[in-house]
Every structure is written in structure tokens, then in C-alpha cells.
């Protein structure tokens, strides 16, 4: 009796998380919605916002992808003091797409999206524009967050939202340094 009442209870326990469908229960209290997928996704041609993208992604338990152009950018490439360097060239003309490896999978799963980048002359890469055009952001809450030798995302922001009306975006910052608390405070505010 004791065997078949305890099988009961287990089946029950069963039933509930089924229905439960992916909720979270922590200390007995339910979440009121299924917790997001997060994906960190990010550009960087020198490795500073790799590194912060990395922290970024263990802090909020996210998927990492780096956002790779088919032509890597040497160094040659950066000099913003040369007006024909390649990274000139494309900053220069707003329509620029520089190619991307497209290997991105699954994205359809992912309720938020960070996306980093490096701030070039005051705005994002246009290989950021190449990675929005690339996959649907429609329905997503995407996050920016950059680095930079002191300029803020504000006008990425401001820009990127300006050309992609139909994308949520939520917000930029410049986390030059990942100070863990700090960043978690801007993570729930993101949500
Ligand atoms: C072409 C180019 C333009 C840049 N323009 C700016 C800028 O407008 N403001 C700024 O603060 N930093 C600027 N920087 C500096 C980068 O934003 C900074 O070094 C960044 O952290 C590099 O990130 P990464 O290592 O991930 O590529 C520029 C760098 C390059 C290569």
C-alpha cells in the first residue's frame, strides 16, 4: 500500500512540472513566465570587448557567439588616422556590410540578445549593421554593449535604432572594465 501510494505522489510530482511547462520554482515560488534564453553575441577586432562579452555571457548564463567577418581585420585595417585604411573606407560610407561567416544557429530560441562591439568613430561597426540585416531580431529584446577608448554607445544606439525600427532594443552600455556588480545591476534592468 505504502509502495503504491508513494508511486502516486512521484506521478504527481511528474504531472506538475509537465505542467509547469519549463516554469521556475525557487523556494516554492513560481516564475510568472518561462525564463529567457540569452545570447551573447559579439564583433571585436582587438579582443577588449571579447573579454567583456565572455564575463557577460558566464554572468547571465548565455550562449556566446562571435560575430566573425570572412576577412579578418588586421591591423593595417584599424589605423583610423589612415582616411583609406579599410576600416575608414567602410565607416565612411553608411552603407557598408562587411561579410560575415553566417553560423548562426538557432537564434528563433533566444528571448534576449546582447550584442557588443567596439565603438568606431563614435558609433558601431558597420558589420554590426551586416549581423542585424544577416537574422530576424523581430520579437527579441536586444541589449547593446560596447567598449571603447572613453566614447559611450549613445549614438550606436541612437543610429541602430534609427535604421531598424522593428527591433526592440533595450538599451547600450560601455563596459570598458566588467565590475561584476555593476553589470549585474544593469543585467535586471534589462530583462
Ligand atoms: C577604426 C577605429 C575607430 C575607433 N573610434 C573610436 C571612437 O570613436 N571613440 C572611442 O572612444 N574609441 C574608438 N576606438 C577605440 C576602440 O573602440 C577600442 O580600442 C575598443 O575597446 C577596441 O575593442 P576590440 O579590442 O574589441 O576591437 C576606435 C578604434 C578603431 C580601430
Known amino acids: 500500500m505504502r509502495k503504491i501510494l508513494f508511486l502516486a505522489f512521484v506521478m504527481l510530482g511528474v504531472t506538475m512540472e509537465l505542467l509547469a511547462g519549463g516554469m521556475k520554482s525557487v523556494r516554492g515560488i513560481q516564475a510568472t513566465a518561462p525564463v529567457q534564453k540569452v545570447l551573447v553575441a559579439?564583433?571585436?577586432?582587438?579582443?577588449?570587448?571579447?573579454?567583456?562579452?565572455?564575463?557577460?555571457?558566464?554572468?547571465?548564463?548565455?550562449?556566446?557567439?562571435?560575430?566573425?567577418?570572412?576577412?579578418?581585420?588586421t591591423l593595417a585595417d584599424l589605423d583610423w588616422q589612415d582616411e583609406k585604411s579599410r576600416s575608414s573606407v567602410e565607416m565612411k560610407n553608411k552603407k557598408s556590410r562587411p561579410e560575415i561567416v553566417k553560423d548562426l544557429k538557432g537564434l528563433e530560441s533566444y528571448g534576449v540578445v546582447y550584442i557588443g562591439f567596439p565603438i568606431w568613430w563614435y558609433t558601431a561597426p558597420t558589420i554590426i549593421n551586416t549581423f542585424l540585416e544577416s537574422y530576424n531580431f523581430k520579437g527579441k529584446t536586444v541589449v547593446l554593449f560596447a567598449t571603447s577608448g572613453g566614447s559611450t554607445p549613445d549614438k550606436a544606439l541612437k543610429d541602430l535604432k534609427a535604421s531598424y525600427p522593428d527591433i526592440n532594443f533595450k538599451g547600450a552600455k560601455l563596459i570598458n572594465k566588467f565590475d561584476e556588480k555593476v553589470v549585474k545591476t544593469w543585467v535586471n534592468t534589462c530583462k
Do not use: H, M, R, W
Not at 567583456?52 to 562571435?66: F, I, N, P, Q
Open 42 to 73: 559579439y564583433f571585436s577586432a582587438t579582443g577588449s570587448t571579447k573579454d567583456v562579452a565572455t564575463d557577460l555571457a558566464k554572468l547571465t548564463s548565455a550562449t556566446l557567439y562571435e560575430i566573425k567577418p570572412t576577412k579578418k581585420y
